[in-house]
Nanobody, 126 residues
């Protein structure tokens, strides 16, 4: 059974930082690109960041470019999202997701991803 478990969310003041983690089990982690998405109340789920199986490059939404950093450690079956200079508009539930088909070139489309975590809440107070 595949499981993706996010952790590290919480309440932080604007300008602060958080580091999200997503631990994967039940799959061969190195066969998957990994992505982070988020969903704010009343809004659609949106792409945040993605990284291929190799970790050789990263892709970001314009809204987080320069503030967020995605990384992965295949030996630990874990992907991370370091979030700095947080803003109130970053408030959302953050989800990690795994994509096998696009393992070399991760997609920004949520429908491309095979497995999803349960999400972790990030709240940024202004």
């Amino acid at each position: 059974q595949v499981r993706l478990v996010e952790s590290g969310g919480g309440l932080v003041q604007a300008g602060g930082s958080l580091r999200l983690s997503c631990a994967a089990s039940g799959l061969t982690f190195a066969n998957y690109a990994m992505g982070w998405f988020r969903q704010a109340p009343g809004k659609d789920r949106e792409f945040v960041a993605a990284i291929p199986w190799s970790g050789g490059y990263t892709k970001y939404a314009d809204s987080v470019e320069g503030r967020f950093t995605i990384s992965r450690v295949n030996a630990k079956n874990t992907v991370y999202l370091q979030m700095n200079s947080l803003k109130a508009e970053d408030t959302a539930v953050y989800y990690c997701a795994a994509d096998r088909q696009n393992r070399n070139l991760p997609s920004v489309r949520s429908y491309a991803y095979d497995y999803w975590g349960q999400g972790t809440q990030v709240t940024v107070s202004s």
